[in-house]
Nanobody
Framework: QLQLVESGGGLVQPGGSLRLSCAAS????????IGWFRQAPGKEREGVAC????????DYRDSVKGRFTIARDNANSTVYLQMKSLKPEDTAVYYC???????????????????WGQGTQVTVSS
């Protein structure tokens, strides 16, 4: 299974920043497109951002554009999600996953055979 491990979440005040990390367990991320997703209590999981294997394509949901940045370090097989100007509505468990493809203006889809990790909790509150 293509399972990833998320880290970097925490409690932050509105307007604050966090950087989430996504690492592979038992395989290299280098050749895969990766997506970040989040799930707030009582809501469905939603795509937040994605990045192609070469970093040539990145995409974001409208609500995070200009505040979140996705990047990857293939040398260290890690994908990051830098989050700035955080809002209470960003509170959720954040997951990363191998996706089929990163396409502009299309929600990322986890690949067949991919699986969800435990995620990392992000709480934005004063």
């Amino acid at each position: 299974q293509l399972q990833l491990v998320e880290s970097g979440g925490g409690l932050v005040q509105p307007g604050g920043s966090l950087r989430l990390s996504c690492a592979a367990s038992g395989f290299s991320l280098d050749y895969y497109a990766i997506g970040w997703f989040r799930q707030a209590p009582g809501k469905e999981r939603e795509g937040v951002a994605c990045i192609s294997s070469s970093s040539g394509v990145t995409d974001y949901r409208d609500s995070v554009k200009g505040r979140f940045t996705i990047a990857r370090d293939n040398a260290n097989s890690t994908v990051y999600l830098q989050m700035k100007s955080l809002k209470p509505e960003d509170t959720a468990v954040y997951y990363c996953a191998v996706i089929t493809k990163c396409v502009n203006n299309r929600p990322p889809l986890i690949v067949k055979g991919g699986s969800w990790g435990q995620g990392t909790q992000v709480t934005v509150s004063s």
